[in-house]
C-alpha cells in the first residue's frame, strides 16, 4: 500500500480546525474528520446546549414570574420549533467549513475515522497517509458505564439527546456532572419530569464542597434524585426503559421514556491506536503532551480533550492558537496556559469557577482564608429577592491574592470573569477590590463586597 506524503495531517476538525492558516499556503496538508465540522462544541456540545438552555432558562422565568408579581405563565414547549431553531442554524455552519476545507488547493479532507500504523503514519479509508507533523485534536467521546444490560436497551448521550424526535414525558439521566445538569435543566423545564441516578451522594462533585452541596440541594426541589446509587440492571418497558438500583434508602424502580447515559467523557486515542504511533497516554487514555503541546513522538502535537489538561473548548482554542505558531516556529515556541483554567456549568443556577476549591487548597499545604458572601447582601441581589445565590473566595493571605473563586447564582458565568481577570492578571485582592469603580447597584457588587471581605478576612489573620 502506497502512503501519502504530507508536511501537516491534522485530526479533528474541532479546534483543530483553526490551526491552517495563510502561513501555510504553501503546505500539503491533511485534515481527517469522521464527523461533522466543528468538532463536539458546534455540534452536539456547548453551543447548541446553550441555545437549548436559554429556551430552558425564559420557560423557568415564566413559570416563576408570580414571585415579582408578574402574571405569567409556561404553556408548554414546541420541541420541534427549539430543534429547527437550533440546528437549523447550526447545521449549515458546520457543513461551510465542510465545503470551504474541501475547496482549498493544498488541504485534502479524509472523512473518514482514522488510525495510526506508525511514526507519523496513519490509515484512513483504507489509504495511508503520513505527514512530518501531526496533530491530533479528536477529542473525547461519552463513557458507557459498565451496567448490566445497558447493551440492550436504547439510550442516549450528549452526542444525540438533543435531536430526539419527541420531548420525553418523563427522562433518566445516569450521571451527576454538568452534561447531568445542564440537561436536567433543559428539560425539566420545558416540562419533563426528570430523574437524576447519581453514584456519589452530590451532584457537580468536581465543584467546590460548598458549591455542589447548594446545587444538590436546590436541585432536590426540581428533579427526582436517586443519590449514593448503585444500579443493578437496565432494562426495556413497553414505554421505554426501567432501571433497577439500590440507594442508601433501600431499592428503587425507575421508569422513564427515554434515558440519557451522562456519566463522563473518555480521550478518543484508544480509537486512535495512539501507542502505534509511538505515543504515550497517562492511565486514563489521555495522550501526554509537553507545556508546548508535544508528545512522546517527535513531530506529533496533542491539543484539546485528548490531552487531558481542562476538557473545556475555550482553553483548547488556546491550545491550538499555540500549536498553530508552534508548528512554523521550531525555534520560537510558545507555551500552553498554566494558569487557572475557568469554567462554568449552564444549569440553574448557574457555577461559575477558577482556581483551586478549598479541598485542593486543603490538600496543597498553602495558607488560605476561605469567605463567602450571599447574592442577597448585595443591592441588586436582594432586588431579585435572591436567598441561595453566594460567592465564596480562597485567598493566599501571605500574597493577598485570590487563589479560588466559586460563584453560585444568577449569571455566575459572567460574574466569575472579574475574578479571573485579576487573578490572570496578576493583581492582589486590595486592588481588585478597590482599584476600580463598581457600578451601583449592579449584581457586580456581589464580587466587590466578596472581595472587600476576603480583605478584612486577610487583615484578621
Given at each position: 500500500m502506497s502512503t501519502e506524503q504530507y508536511d501537516l495531517?491534522?485530526?479533528?476538525?474541532?479546534s483543530g480546525n483553526s490551526i491552517i492558516g495563510p502561513e501555510m499556503d504553501g503546505w500539503r496538508i491533511a485534515m481527517v474528520e469522521r464527523g461533522l465540522f466543528g468538532g463536539t462544541c458546534m455540534n452536539r456540545g456547548c453551543i447548541p446546549s446553550k441555545m437549548f438552555i436559554y429556551a430552558a432558562d425564559l420557560a423557568e422565568h415564566a413559570t416563576h414570574g408570580e414571585r415579582y408579581g408578574?402574571?405569567?405563565?409556561?404553556?408548554?414547549?414546541?420541541?420541534?420549533?427549539?430543534?429547527?431553531?437550533?440546528?437549523?442554524?447550526?447545521?449549515?455552519?458546520?457543513?461551510?467549513?465542510?465545503?470551504?476545507?474541501?475547496?482549498?488547493?493544498n488541504?485534502?479532507?479524509?472523512?473518514?475515522?482514522?488510525?495510526?500504523?506508525?511514526?507519523?503514519?496513519?490509515?484512513?479509508?483504507?489509504?495511508?497517509?503520513?505527514?512530518e507533523q501531526v496533530v491530533i485534536a479528536a477529542g473525547a467521546r461519552s463513557f458507557i458505564p459498565d451496567v448490566p444490560g445497558i447493551d440492550d436497551v436504547p439510550f442516549h448521550t450528549s452526542d444525540s439527546i438533543m435531536r430526539i424526535a419527541q420531548q420525553p414525558q418523563h427522562l433518566v439521566i445516569l450521571g451527576g456532572g454538568f452534561i447531568a445538569t445542564e440537561m436536567g435543566h433543559v428539560f425539566q423545564a420545558l416540562g419533563s419530569a426528570v430523574t437524576i441516578v447519581n453514584?456519589?451522594?452530590?451532584?457537580?462533585?468536581?465543584?467546590?464542597?460548598?458549591i455542589a452541596q447548594r446545587f444538590t440541594d436546590l436541585a432536590a426541589d426540581r428533579?427526582?434524585?436517586?443519590?449514593?446509587?448503585?444500579?443493578?440492571?437496565?432494562?426495556?418497558?413497553?414505554?421505554?426503559?426501567?432501571?433497577?438500583?439500590?440507594?442508601?434508602?433501600?431499592?428503587?424502580?425507575?421508569?422513564?421514556?427515554v434515558l440519557l447515559v451522562a456519566a463522563g467523557r473518555i480521550p478518543n486515542s484508544d480509537q486512535l491506536q495512539v501507542h502505534a504511533g509511538g505515543i504515550e497516554t497517562d492511565e486514563w487514555g489521555?495522550?501526554?503532551?509537553?507545556?508546548?503541546?508535544?508528545?512522546?513522538?517527535?513531530?506529533?502535537?496533542?491539543?484539546?480533550?485528548?490531552?487531558?489538561?481542562?476538557?473545556?473548548?475555550?482553553?483548547?482554542?488556546?491550545?491550538?492558537?499555540?500549536?498553530?505558531?508552534?508548528?512554523?516556529?521550531?525555534?520560537?515556541?510558545?507555551?500552553?496556559?498554566?494558569?487557572?483554567?475557568?469554567?462554568?456549568?449552564?444549569?440553574?443556577?448557574?457555577?461559575?469557577?477558577?482556581?483551586?476549591?478549598?479541598?485542593q487548597a486543603v490538600a496543597s499545604g498553602t495558607p488560605f482564608v476561605t469567605i463567602t458572601h450571599a447574592y442577597g447582601?448585595?443591592?441588586?441581589?436582594?432586588?431579585?429577592?435572591?436567598?441561595?445565590?453566594?460567592?465564596?473566595?480562597?485567598?493566599?493571605?501571605?500574597?493577598?491574592?485570590?487563589?479560588?473563586?466559586?460563584?453560585?447564582?444568577?449569571?455566575?458565568?459572567?460574574?466569575?470573569?472579574?475574578?479571573?481577570?485579576?487573578?490572570?492578571?496578576?493583581?492582589t485582592v486590595d486592588e481588585m477590590a478597590v482599584g476600580q469603580v463598581w457600578i451601583h447597584p449592579a449584581l457586580s457588587e456581589v464580587v466587590e463586597q466578596a472581595l472587600l471581605k476576603l480583605i478584612d478576612a486577610f487583615d484578621a489573620a
Open positions: 495531517v491534522i485530526i479533528g476538525a474541532g408578574i402574571d405569567t405563565q409556561f404553556n408548554g414547549a414546541d420541541w420541534h420549533s427549539i430543534v429547527h431553531r437550533v440546528f437549523g442554524r447550526i447545521d449549515p455552519i458546520a457543513e461551510g467549513g465542510r465545503q470551504y476545507r474541501h475547496s482549498l488547493p488541504v485534502d479532507v479524509y472523512e473518514h475515522s482514522a488510525h495510526f500504523v506508525g511514526d507519523r503514519e496513519l490509515e484512513v479509508g483504507g489509504v495511508r497517509i503520513r505527514g453514584r456519589g451522594h452530590l451532584l457537580l462533585r468536581a465543584e467546590d464542597h460548598d428533579f427526582d434524585l436517586a443519590l449514593g446509587a448503585t444500579v443493578h440492571r437496565v432494562s426495556m418497558t413497553a414505554d421505554g426503559v426501567a432501571m433497577e438500583l439500590s440507594t442508601d434508602d433501600g431499592p428503587r424502580t425507575i421508569e422513564g421514556d489521555f495522550v501526554r503532551v509537553d507545556q508546548y503541546g508535544r508528545t512522546t513522538a517527535p513531530g506529533v502535537w496533542a491539543l484539546g480533550d485528548i490531552n487531558g489538561r481542562h476538557q473545556l473548548k475555550h482553553m483548547a482554542n488556546g491550545e491550538a492558537k499555540v500549536v498553530r505558531h508552534n508548528l512554523s516556529h521550531p525555534d520560537d515556541l510558545h507555551t500552553y496556559d498554566s494558569r487557572p483554567a475557568p469554567h462554568a456549568v449552564f444549569s440553574s443556577p448557574q457555577i461559575g469557577s477558577v482556581g483551586l476549591t478549598e479541598e447582601d448585595a443591592a441588586y441581589g436582594w432586588a431579585m429577592e435572591d436567598t441561595t445565590g453566594f460567592c465564596k473566595l480562597i485567598g493566599d493571605p501571605v500574597t493577598r491574592t485570590v487563589i479560588g473563586a466559586h460563584l453560585i447564582g444568577h449569571q455566575a458565568s459572567m460574574l466569575v470573569q472579574l475574578l479571573v481577570q485579576g487573578m490572570h492578571l496578576g493583581n
